[in-house]
C-alpha cells in the first residue's frame, strides 16, 4: 500500500469516528462536549498528518503500510470513542438535555379577545419561542384581521393589562406570559372585515330574495324537476292519502271529551279535531294530557291550534284516542293489595 493510500484510508476511518461520535454528542445534548471533542479531533488530525507526512519522506515499504494504519487508528480511537460515549451518556448530561429540550419546547396556553368581534373568544396555545409577528400570523387565521392592522394587549388573569406586544421581532416569551393570561387583539383598520359587527349580526347582512313570478321564469330549479318527474311517473307524486283521511273515526270525538291515547294510556282533554296541513293530510285530534307528556303547548310549525300548557300539548291520529269515562289520575293514588 503507498502513502496516498495511507492517508486516504486514516482519514477516511477518522471521518467516520468523527460522525458516530457526533451522532451520540447531540443525541444526548452534551453541548459543551461537542465543541471540546472537535477541538481535539482538529488537534489529532493536524499532529497525524504531520506524522503521515515525515514517514512518507522516508518512503514506507507498502507491505507495512496498512498493518502500520489500522494499528495506528485502533491506538488512537478506540480510547476516544469509549470516552466520548461514557461522557455523553452521563446522567448529568442526559439531565441536562432533558431540561434544554422543556425550554425548548416550552408553551403556554392564552385567552384570546378580539375588540370588534365580542363573541369570538378562544384558547389558543403559543410556543414562547414564536416572535410576536409569528403569533400575529397565526392569530390572523383566527380572526381575519390583517398582520400590519393588528395591535395585541397582554392581560393578566386579574384583568390588569401588563404591556403592548409592540415589538414583532421579540419572542412571545421575552414578555413572560403565563398559562391563563389573556391576549386582546385590536383591529386598527377602520374598513376591516371584522368591523360593523359584520360577523355576529346576520341582520346586518342582505338577503337574497326572489319573487314567486320570477322563480316560475327560471329554468333547472328543483320545482320545474319536480313537475318534469311527476310528469313522466304521475302514479309517484300522487298524493296517496287522502284529506279525508280517519275522517270517520272523528265522528264520536269532539273537543272537550275525556279520552286514553295509546301507546301508554296517557289521560287527557280533546282540545282539537279537524285538519292539520302542517303536519300531512287527513284529520288529527289536539290532546291536553293532565300530565305534561307531550311535545308543546298546541302550536305545531308556526300554526296554534288549541292552547295547553308548556310540554301538554300533542297531535295524534284518531285511531290512537279513545274517549270515555276517563277521569284524572291521582298522582298519589296507590295500588291495591
Not at 292 to 319: E, N
Request: proline share 4%; aromatic share 12%; net charge neutral.
Amino acid at each position: 500500500m503507498g502513502v496516498r493510500s495511507f492517508v486516504v484510508l486514516s482519514f477516511r476511518s477518522l471521518d467516520i469516528t468523527v460522525n458516530v461520535l457526533n451522532r451520540q454528542a447531540f443525541r444526548f445534548g452534551g453541548g459543551f462536549m461537542v465543541g471540546v471533542f472537535f477541538c481535539f479531533v482538529l488537534l489529532t488530525k493536524s499532529l497525524l498528518l504531520q506524522w503521515w507526512l515525515s514517514q512518507a519522506s522516508s518512503k514506507i515499504a507498502s507491505g507495512n503500510s496498512f498493518p502500520l494504519c489500522f494499528g495506528v487508528s485502533t491506538v488512537l480511537y478506540t480510547p476516544l470513542i469509549y470516552f466520548c460515549k461514557s461522557t455523553f451518556e452521563s446522567p448529568g448530561n442526559i439531565r441536562m438535555a432533558s431540561r434544554l429540550q422543556i425550554e425548548g419546547d416550552a408553551s403556554v396556553l392564552l385567552r384570546v379577545t378580539h375588540s370588534n368581534i365580542k363573541s369570538f373568544a378562544a384558547d389558543i396555545r403559543f410556543s414562547l419561542q414564536m416572535s410576536v409577528e409569528a403569533v400575529k400570523e397565526k392569530l390572523w387565521k383566527k380572526c381575519g384581521t390583517s398582520v400590519n392592522s393588528m395591535r395585541l394587549e397582554l392581560y393578566d388573569d386579574c384583568k390588569n393589562k401588563l404591556c403592548d406586544l409592540s415589538d414583532d421581532s421579540r419572542p412571545l416569551g421575552f414578555y413572560s406570559p403565563l398559562d391563563g393570561f389573556r391576549i386582546h387583539i385590536i383591529d386598527l383598520d377602520p374598513s376591516s372585515v371584522t368591523s360593523g359587527g359584520w360577523l355576529e349580526d346576520t341582520s346586518l347582512v342582505e338577503k337574497y330574495s326572489i319573487s314567486e313570478d320570477e322563480y316560475n321564469k327560471r329554468s333547472g330549479t328543483f320545482r320545474k324537476f319536480k313537475e318534469q318527474m311527476a310528469s313522466q311517473n304521475p302514479s309517484a307524486f300522487r298524493n296517496k292519502m287522502s284529506d279525508d283521511y280517519m275522517e270517520d273515526l272523528c265522528a264520536n270525538i269532539k273537543v272537550g271529551d275525556r279520552c286514553e291515547v295509546d301507546p301508554g294510556e296517557k289521560r287527557g282533554i280533546v282540545k282539537y279535531v279537524g285538519r292539520a296541513e302542517a303536519l300531512g293530510p287527513g284529520f288529527w285530534i289536539g290532546i291536553q294530557y293532565d300530565e305534561p307528556l307531550g311535545k308543546h303547548d298546541g302550536m305545531v310549525k308556526g300554526t296554534r291550534y288549541f292552547q295547553s300548557p308548556p310540554l301538554c300539548g300533542a297531535m295524534v291520529r284518531p285511531d290512537k284516542v279513545k274517549v270515555g269515562d276517563y277521569p284524572e289520575r291521582d298522582p298519589f293514588e296507590e295500588d291495591e293489595i
